[in-house]
């Protein structure tokens, strides 16, 4: 299955019987053994998390129950790409910061903390892990000039108040998830279910809310954030009476900005040092929401000064030349759909026409009277061809070869790339895969798409 931030190895087994399991193949043991510690913890307390079948002895291996393919970030794509929020996106979002509380509070029962990995809690030295690693996996990285000295001002500031909740009870014994955003929080028949908490860590209740609400790539409009925090404080006052809301609410937005602060180190390391072009994607959005932020709080000055200066993008591009694609350059992917019997679609590039995949081993729905007037644009077709799932299948496999593809033209500085599907007709099975391919890659890589459905005479721009 397909790697995001982590290096550990997730596979999908099925049975005979037609049963799934997820197999998760670790890296290192310690992060393991948390994981593993509290995904039984959380499941005996009636928390939604996968339920764990089997562990290997050196616990470096285990299966898990599969909760499927649908990712909150991806059931809320509507909301993150109009700003327009459904009601069934606002449902599910609220169900999820519900569920958070109760995962903070009563996955805090007789937990032993002793198990966390690489801390038990948050703490002063973990803190300045975190304000370090934006220092010098992003900040440097820029190649922008700043003051250190004035930075670690700032930081000092950062630090108390950040500290500041965990010097009294009960915050002290809340469970921090740590990386609570859309990508980790699975969705089960309308539920949402927790997955990826392995660096949690006692500690304050805003720093999850801060990750999941401002996450960079989530979109949330401000007053969506006010309903899901009022939705989030009224579901923790129920767990915990005696909490004090205006202190809790005082306080978050130091949190919005530490975590900011981190976010854009991973982005950094992830995007500059690994070269995951995805993460340098999601870079705008956290500097628009590091500025944002710092304008509420005028006890960071010289932050706010660094802010003014990232947030001009073509700062860093010029600079850096580490992210970003303009109208004028950058790697564009060109992805058809066309029916092998007019042939295979020329590139007109000159680079000979990359990938063509044939979608003619899996079901076709042409097949079916109902279907013929339809096309892989429409919905029954669509509910078709995922309810078998040999098109899914068939899908795992283009998205781990042209995902390959896209990282090593963008790190060559490569300016085209050319999919193509091929199915009978080009009209159901062959528009269906090129359509997915295409929100795949918008989603994830700063590339521009020139999706042409070839049979059908529809030729259109994504992220152009």
């Known amino acids: 299955m397909q790697q995001q931030g982590s290096n550990r190895l997730y596979t999908r087994i099925q049975d005979a019987s037609g049963r799934t399991v997820i197999r998760v193949e670790g890296t290192n043991r310690d992060e393991n053994r948390a994981f593993?510690?509290?995904?039984?913890?959380?499941?005996?307390?009636?928390?939604?998390?996968?339920?764990?079948?089997?562990?290997?002895?050196?616990?470096?291996?285990?299966?898990?129950?599969?909760?499927?393919?649908?990712?909150?970030?991806?059931?809320?794509?509507?909301?993150?790409?109009?700003?327009?929020?459904?009601?069934?996106?606002?449902?599910?979002?609220?169900?999820?910061?519900?569920?958070?509380?109760?995962?903070?509070?009563?996955?805090?029962q007789s937990f032993d903390w002793s198990v966390c990995f690489p801390v038990p809690e948050m703490d002063e030295r973990s803190i300045r892990w975190d304000?370090?690693?934006?220092?010098?996996?992003?900040?440097?990285?820029?190649?922008?000039?700043?003051?250190?000295?004035?930075?670690?001002?700032?930081?000092?500031?950062?630090?108390?108040?950040?500290?500041?909740?965990?010097?009294?009870?009960?915050?002290?014994?809340?469970?921090?998830?740590?990386?609570?955003?859309?990508?980790?929080?699975?969705?089960?028949?309308?539920?949402?279910?927790?997955?990826?908490?392995?660096?949690?860590?006692?500690?304050?209740?805003?720093?999850?809310?801060?990750?999941?609400?401002?996450?960079?790539?989530?979109?949330?409009?401000?007053?969506?954030?006010?309903?899901?925090?009022?939705?989030?404080?009224?579901?923790?006052?129920?767990?915990?009476?005696?909490?004090?809301?205006?202190?809790?609410?005082?306080?978050?937005?130091?949190?919005?900005?530490?975590?900011?602060?981190?976010?854009?180190?991973?982005?950094?390391?992830?995007?500059?040092?690994?070269?995951?072009?995805?993460?340098?994607?999601?870079?705008?959005?956290?500097?628009?929401?590091?500025r944002e932020v710092l304008n509420q709080l005028p006890e960071y000055p010289y932050l706010r000064e660094l802010a003014d200066r990232l947030v001009n993008q073509s700062v860093l591009c010029q600079r850096s030349g580490l992210y970003s694609v303009s109208p004028k350059d950058g790697l564009t992917v060109t992805i058809y759909s066309f029916s092998f019997k007019r042939g295979i679609p020329a590139d007109t590039s000159g680079n000979g026409g990359g990938y063509v995949f044939d979608c003619r081993s899996t079901h076709n729905p042409g097949k079916y009277e109902e279907y013929k007037t339809q096309t892989g644009l429409d919905q029954p077709v669509i509910d078709f061809l995922e309810k078998d799932g040999e098109i899914l299948t068939f899908l795992n496999s283009v998205y781990a070869?042209?995902?390959?593809?896209?990282?090593?033209?963008?790190?060559?500085?490569?300016?085209?790339?050319?999919?193509?599907?091929g199915c009978t007709g080009g009209q159901h099975r062959s528009v269906y895969c090129a359509e997915h391919l295409a929100a795949h890659l918008k989603d994830k890589y700063p590339v521009r798409i020139h999706l042409i459905h070839r049979e059908r005479g529809i030729d259109k721009w994504l992220n152009k």
Not at 82 to 87: D, L, P, Q
Not at 161 to 180: C, N
Not at 254 to 266: C, E, K, S, Y
Not at 401 to 414: K, P
């Open 401 to 421: 070869l042209v995902d390959h593809h896209v990282e090593r033209f963008l790190e060559r500085g490569f300016n085209h790339l050319q999919v193509s599907f």
């Open 36 to 108: 593993i510690y509290m995904a039984r913890h959380f499941h005996d307390l009636g928390l939604p998390v996968p339920e764990l079948y089997w562990v290997s002895e050196d616990e470096m291996t285990y299966t898990q129950e599969d909760l499927g393919d649908t990712l909150l970030f991806d059931a809320i794509r509507h909301g993150r790409e109009t700003g327009e929020f459904s009601a069934e996106e606002h449902t599910l979002l609220e169900r999820t910061i519900r569920a958070l509380a109760h995962v903070q509070v009563i996955g805090a």
């Open 131 to 290: 304000l370090n690693y934006f220092k010098y996996c992003f900040l440097k990285g820029t190649r922008l000039e700043f003051s250190e000295p004035r930075l670690e001002d700032d930081f000092d500031t950062l630090t108390a108040k950040i500290l500041s909740p965990l010097r009294g009870e009960p915050e002290r014994g809340w469970f921090l998830y740590r990386d609570f955003q859309s990508r980790n929080v699975m969705i089960k028949d309308g539920q949402p279910y927790f997955i990826d908490f392995q660096g949690g860590r006692k500690g304050p209740t805003q720093y999850d809310v801060a990750s999941f609400l401002w996450q960079a790539k989530a979109n949330f409009p401000a007053a969506l954030r006010k309903e899901l925090i009022d939705a989030y404080l009224d579901e923790l006052h129920k767990l915990q009476p005696s909490l004090a809301e205006q202190s809790w609410r005082a306080a978050l937005p130091h949190f919005v900005l530490f975590r900011t602060l981190q976010v854009l180190g991973a982005y950094g390391y992830r995007g500059y040092f690994e070269r995951k072009p995805h993460f340098l994607e999601s870079i705008p959005n956290a500097i628009k929401n590091l």
